[in-house]
């Protein structure tokens, strides 16, 4: 394996071979279905013909991402729910042994592939590998985590969340987030100054965007930045949905019934799901419930046969959601966008602190209503399922956005973007 020792530190770009068409990687870390969706969905916008594409991610992804037009390369990510129970406990996501395996990961595949760019979404260490050996490096995020946005704010579930409730501790967090922030840079400063000696700052917004470029899914109006530089770039909601049909029993349901699709991802608080559907079930008046488990909870077989509930592991997320009145998801970009792109308002669920982010944002516009984890008991659950479904102005917002995101066109942006850069147009 190549190491950090053996590339001199010089910072002059990898001397590629000859070749017809720019070499272009992406490179997913897995901690969220998210962080591998979007840049596959850019990956899929281009042309084989134009571009050579290679796809980093970890062996779990291999047959969702690979294919004859790009070649896989397996890599190490950290487990889904590692990366949750980090968040969720108050530590870092990656600890400095963790990101240090992963620049000698990544200095071996930019070795083996040579690309002329490489693209990153949460692959926080190749902020020191990919300019260890000069390659032109391009991060994909949210722009709610950029140091240019007035975000708002809110504690997300932690330990002292639990113990003195998010109430108390949310004003405690506003004066002490810098210094918790700071905390959870220090590993990748650590990482950096092991590899390279070079420190990267204490600014988790600026650790987060830390690249040549940094393309930003979502959409301005809805989530807006002041003064960007002219190497931030709205790219628009980057949107995705599991292949497949809806089930069989979708048409045995009742059409006059409003309709809620709840789907807590990869990443929402799968321990409220029973919860969430057996209230929803049993609602009056009554609705249709159409679930998406994502494989990580087996619901009761007596919900499941209800004549109102639809039980998959994963369903068409944009043909649910436009079949639906209301998404209740983790709040999260994923599936909220989805969902508001479909013209349906969202009532989030939030836990960690993306998820609060994006559903704030989505609050603010009108367009749907955000639930604690903490505080999603069934009266709640159904008091604001109600609201939602009796109030037009949120499917109103909802709408509204729905307009925006139409007008923009990822991919496209994204060819765009890349027609342009120094490092595509040498090739």
Known sequence: MLTFSDVADSHQPLKSKARTKPRILFVAEAVTLCH??????????????EYDVHFACCESKRNLVENESRRFHPIDCVGNESFIQNLSDGRPAF??????????????????????????????????????L?????????????PYANQPWVVPELPVTRLIGPTIANPFFKVFRRPAFAMHCRPLNQASAYCSGKPLGYNLEKMYT?????????????????????????????LWSSPGAMPDKWKTMDPARKTVFVTLGSSGPVRLLATLVSSLANADPKINVLVATSGRFVLDKSIRDRPNVLVADYLPAEEASKHSDLVICHGGSASAYVALASETPVLG????????????YIRNSGAGESLRAEFANESRIVSMTQQILGDESYANAARQLAKEFSSLNPSERFRHLLERSPAVMKT
């Open 349 to 360: 669920i939030p836990s960690i602190l993306d998820q609060h982010l994006t559903i704030e």
């Open 210 to 238: 830390d690249a040549d470029q940094v393309l930003y899914a979502d959409a301005p109006g809805l989530v807006p930045t002041n003064g960007l530089p002219h190497t931030h770039h709205y790219l628009g909601p980057i």
């Open 36 to 49: 591998v969706t979007r840049p596959l969905v850019l990956a899929e916008g281009l042309d084989p013909e």
């Open 134 to 146: 000069g390659v032109p490096y391009w991060t994909l995020t949210n722009a709610y985590w950029s």
């Open 95 to 132: 600890s400095k042994e963790t990101l240090v395996g992963y620049v000698e990961q990544d200095l071996e595949l930019l070795e083996s592939v040579r690309p002329d760019l490489v693209i990153g979404d949460m692959r926080l260490s190749l902020a020191i590998s990919a300019r260890k």
